[in-house]
């Protein structure tokens, strides 16, 4: 589903569970490249939702989960 260049997968679990979540098609995911959290709308390209760290990777981010406020953003 995501691109080539995406690696869904968090450093925070590394091969476990929470790097991803899926709602109406739409799917938010950590991007193991560089550890930002993306969301990806069917037909489109992923956008980055998480701002670029100080430090490449520096961020980790695990268990995602949705609330009413992230499915209008």
Excluded at 12 to 35: I, K, L, M, P
Excluded at 41 to 49: N, T
């Amino acid at each position: 589903m995501t691109p080539a260049g995406f690696d869904v997968r968090t450093l925070a679990h590394e091969y476990g569970g929470g790097a991803f979540c899926v709602r109406n098609a739409t799917v938010w995911f950590a991007n193991f490249t560089d550890q930002r959290l993306y969301r990806q709308r069917p037909g489109q390209d992923p956008a980055p939702i998480t701002p670029e760290p100080p430090r490449p990777r520096s961020d980790r981010y695990a268990d995602a989960d949705l609330t009413p406020s992230s499915l209008r953003a």
